[in-house]
Every structure is written in C-alpha cells, then in structure tokens.
C-alpha cells in the first residue's frame, strides 16, 4: 500500500502515469487540511526538525531520464490545492513522511523521514517484510 499527500485527483492521476508500476488499486492519497494520520503515525513535518541533527542523506539511484522526469513534474505534483489562498508555505509540502511493514496487526518496521529524500535502505524494509510475511 502507498498513502502520499495530494490536494486533487488530478495530482494523483498524473502521479500514477508517471509511475506506472504502482499498483493503482493500493495507492492511496491524504487530501484532508489537517494531516491528522501523518500526525497519528509520528510523521513531522520541515517545521519540526532539529537543525543540529544531520541524517544521512543518499541521492536515489535516479537515471538521467529519471532526474529529467522528477525535474519536470515536481511542481505539477506537488502538494499544493490551487483553490487555497497561500499566506506561508502549504502544510502538504511540508509534511514528512515514512515507511511501515505490517504484519497484520502489528508493525514490523518503522521508519520516519528526517528530512525530505532521508530514507530507509530498501534491503532493510525487505527484509523486515521478508521476516513478517515468509519469502514470496
């Protein structure tokens, strides 16, 4: 499953033919003002990190056509609704997110971003949810 921030429909759509390997009957998005689940889960936002902690930032492994396909798309899909009046930056753009394994009621794995493009080692969320499901 996929939660992200999006303001519109549209926003996610574009997103999902931008990543056409994401399953879209499990991509999900949070469109609500108050980020109530993201605050729930422990996920802060850029208003909330302690400037003296320095996370460990890794570039993603990005292709050229990748980095060209994030750099032109960015701005359309970011989390911003057209219809607000802006007085500050948006809340969604903001927001900090993170990654889980569930095993059914319990959650094998937690991570929460730093900072925006901090990140878990993919190894290290397979092999949780490895150790939580049993190989596939």
Known sequence: MFISVSPT???????????????KDRVFADNSKTFD???????????????N????MKPPGFSL??????????????????????????EGVLRLGGTFVLSGNDIAYAWAD???GAHPEPEDVVKAATNAWGSA
């Open 9 to 23: 429909a549209e926003k996610l759509q574009k997103f999902l033919e931008l990543n056409p390997n994401l399953p």
């Open 37 to 51: 689940a993201y605050k729930a889960v422990g996920f802060g936002n850029l208003t909330d990190v302690d400037k």
């Open 53 to 56: 902690t320095k996370p460990e």
């Open 65 to 90: 056509q990748d980095w060209w396909k994030y750099i032109t798309n960015v701005i359309a899909l970011s989390p911003v609704d057209p219809n607000e009046k802006l007085t500050g930056p948006p």
């Open 114 to 116: 730093a900072l925006p």
